[in-house]
C-alpha cells in the first residue's frame, strides 16, 4: 500500500514537498515513479527513478523545477517542486514496480497511492 501526501494549494512559483510512503513493504528494490491528472486530461508521467537512485527520468514539462528522491531508511519517496506553475495543478499519484528500470508507462507499475490534490494558483 502506497500513501502520498503533502498536496495543497500554493502560488504560482512557490513550492511543495510530495512524500510517497509505503506500509507493509519496503521501497528499497523498487521503481517509484509519480504521475499527475489534470482537470479534463489524461494521467501522465511526472517522474521516476530506480531503487538505487541510478536512474532517474523526468518528463520534460516539470525537468530542471522537480526532483525526485527518496529515503530507503524511512520507506519514503519524495517530490520536491519548485518554480510551480498553473499547468501543475492536478492529482499526484506514486506508483512502484520491481521491473527494475524506470518506465514512464502507467501500465508497468504494479502498485498504486491514491493521489494528492496539488492547486497552484496563477
Known amino acids: 500500500q502506497l500513501q502520498a501526501s503533502g498536496g495543497g494549494l500554493v502560488q504560482a512559483g512557490g513550492s511543495l514537498r510530495l512524500s510517497c510512503a509505503t506500509s507493509?513493504?519496503?521501497?528499497?528494490?523498487?521503481?517509484v515513479g509519480w504521475f499527475r491528472q489534470g482537470p479534463g486530461k489524461e494521467r501522465e508521467f511526472v517522474a521516476a527513478?530506480?531503487?538505487?537512485?541510478?536512474?532517474?527520468y523526468y518528463a520534460d514539462s516539470v525537468k530542471g523545477r522537480f526532483t525526485i528522491s527518496r529515503n530507503n531508511v524511512k520507506n519514503t519517496v519524495y517530490l520536491q517542486m519548485n518554480n510551480l506553475i498553473p499547468e501543475d495543478t492536478a492529482v499526484y499519484y506514486c506508483?512502484?514496480?520491481?521491473?527494475?528500470?524506470?518506465?514512464?508507462?502507467?501500465?508497468?507499475?504494479?502498485?498504486w497511492g491514491q493521489g494528492t490534490l496539488v492547486t497552484v494558483s496563477s
Open positions: 507493509g513493504r519496503t521501497f528499497s528494490r523498487y521503481t
Open positions: 527513478h530506480t531503487w538505487s537512485g541510478s536512474k532517474t
Open positions: 506508483a512502484a514496480n520491481l521491473l527494475g528500470y524506470v518506465t514512464t508507462q502507467a501500465h508497468e507499475y504494479t502498485y
